[in-house]
């Protein structure tokens, strides 16, 4: 295949994409997906919409019954994108570290990096020094927008040559005074619908980060497929959820799919189901982004609540049971629309909506998706049998200069680690993870890298992390330690020495000793014993 030539100056991402051979086959037989080769999604998603619905419509809104129209939003963008090309030089291609509270400023940084052809990299605000890195390091990114809140431990991590610049603090040198001081509107790149917008890191089973490369063209190809045929999205609903940005879960619940559908947003900095279930009937949320863990919460919280105005539940991160669903239902009146997506993938590519909807099942695969389970040498496998989920579509997996690109992209398909059925009748059912992840909330925890962690502590000889089945949260992570000899640290020391290690989400909920890890007899840890102790 033949890139369509690039607007990136710096050359970097394009560079390290892997081999055309070892990418997934895409496909872009439905309609809408005809992508021209020239186009900036931030441009689509804003500019064109204004242009198509006018500039006074609402775009985001926020707790404190704060709204931004279209066209504010769309001049604080054009504000930003000056700063960071005529101020700090921030050049096509460069990669621009986003960090921050969900909120319309952190969604503003993310358009405006864009539309000025540079890259994205969101991560959560709760990630520490260490974790923030290693990030920097695989993306080699040179420039950082911080809010000021949270711009202790991006310093902490001590990135050579990366440039920090604050935004909602107080100082002279703040983004958004800079922003009031250019002028607008600022014309987006003509970058190339195949130039990298975004990185997104997951996590890897080995612990290592990955970094996912996704293309303008991508982040439009996830609205036009899951958003407009399955979520089908009004100009009047307003969406709110609990994933952060720095998930492609809540980049695409809480930005792109509004934006593209010319609605609007509710950014919470705090989406608990505590806080949700109040913000979602003050402000009258029609469309509700969040993990099942999030929707067994609400059920015990629901009394006192009014959520008239909620008419699309959506569901992902991790597997929604048939009793969850049938709570929800039973309570509400509404249907949740179960999916399962991918970093890799950007969104949701299996999902059904309304009468199409089956409890217990993820749905089907996405119109423009297709989807089959194989057994581990890549051949389809009888319907009712299980085996690894196999999908392709518009978008897939790209790497970034990662070795596992071979392992996720198999004879075309991306393989999303997952083990499922297919049903006679076409629908897809989740049996459980194939690998060593854990999935805990809707977050996607890698064992290793909790192990890792917890081996920097001195008195631990051994570690070993697993997840153990959890009511709420679908799966808790649980560490085993072997601690050194006349060592006498316990839970509640390694917990605070955790919880300065890694983001909360990670941090074990329960620390089991032993005096020794279940080994193979040629040393390979044996974690599925240590699900047996459960």
């Known amino acids: 295949m033949e890139f369509t030539p690039s607007a990136h100056t710096d050359t970097f991402a394009r560079d390290h994409l892997p081999a055309v051979e070892d990418w997934p086959e895409l496909l872009f037989q439905l309609p809408g997906l005809a992508y021209p080769d020239r186009l900036n999604c931030a441009a689509e998603l804003l500019d064109a919409t204004v242009a198509r619905l006018g500039p006074d419509r609402p775009a985001f809104r926020t707790a404190d019954g704060g709204v931004w129209s279209y066209g504010e939003l769309q001049d604080r963008v054009d504000r930003i994108a000056r700063v960071l090309t005529a101020d700090l030089g921030v050049a096509p291609g ?34 520490r020094s260490r974790e923030l890195a290693t990030v920097c390091e695989i993306a080699q990114v040179g420039h950082a927008l911080c809010h000021a809140s ?72 996830v609205a036009d497929t899951f958003s407009r045929q399955v979520l089908r999205p009004e100009p009047d609903d307003v969406f709110a959820g609990s994933p952060p940005l720095g998930f492609t879960f809540g980049l695409g619940g809480l930005v792109v799919f509004p934006l593209r559908a010319g609605a609007s947003a509710l950014l919470l900095p705090q989406a608990g189901p505590r806080q949700l279930l109040p913000a979602l009937a003050e402000h009258r949320v029609s469309v509700l982004f969040t993990a099942p863990t999030a929707y067994r919460t609400m059920l015990d919280e629901l009394d006192g609540h009014d959520l008239g105005a909620l008419r699309r539940c959506v569901s992902a991160g991790e597997n929604l049971p048939a009793a969850t669903w049938e709570a929800w239902y039973e309570r509400t009146g509404l249907r949740i629309i179960n999916g399962i997506g991918a970093t890799e993938l950007l969104h949701i590519f299996i999902s059904a909506a309304d009468g199409d909807i089956r409890p217990g099942t993820t749905g089907l695969p996405v119109p423009g998706w297709q989807a089959r389970v194989v057994d581990p040498e890549g051949k389809p496998v009888p ?50 993870r194939a690998d060593d992840m854990i999935i805990s909330a809707g977050y996607n925890i890698a064992g290793p890298e909790v192990e890792e962690a917890l081996l920097r502590h001195p008195d631990v000889l051994e570690a070993a992390v697993v997840g153990r089945p959890d009511e709420r949260r679908g799966q808790a992570v649980v560490a085993y330690a072997v601690l050194r000899e006349g060592a006498a640290a316990g839970a509640e020391e390694l917990r ?7 983001a909360p989400h990670k941090c074990p909920r329960a620390f089991v000793f032993l005096p020794e890890l279940p080994r193979t007899g040629t040393g390979k840890l044996q974690r599925f014993r240590l699900r047996d102790l459960q």
């Open 94 to 127: 460069n990669r621009v570290l986003l960090r921050g509270p969900t909120g319309p400023w952190l969604a503003a940084c993310w358009l405006a990096v864009v539309k000025a052809g540079a890259v994205a990299v969101t991560v959560l605000p709760q990630q």
């Open 150 to 221: 949270v711009q202790e431990d991006l310093e902490r991590a001590a990135v050579p040559g990366l440039r920090i610049v604050p935004y909602g603090g107080t100082g002279p040198d703040d983004l958004l005074r800079r922003a009031e001081r250019q002028p607008g509107p600022f014309a987006a790149v003509d970058t190339a619908a195949d130039d990298v917008a975004l990185i997104a890191f997951t996590s890897g089973t080995t612990g290592r980060p990955k970094g996912c490369m996704h293309f303008h063209r991508d982040v439009l190809a």
């Open 496 to 502: 605070a020495f955790m919880k300065a290690e890694l």
């Open 383 to 432: 319907d009712g049998e299980p085996g690894l989920l196999a999908v392709r579509g518009p978008v897939g997996c790209r790497y970034l200069a990662d070795p596992r690109q071979r392992e996720y992209v198999r004879d075309g398909w991306n393989l999303t680690g997952d083990t499922y059925v297919r049903e006679p009748d076409g629908y897809f059912r989740y049996v459980a």
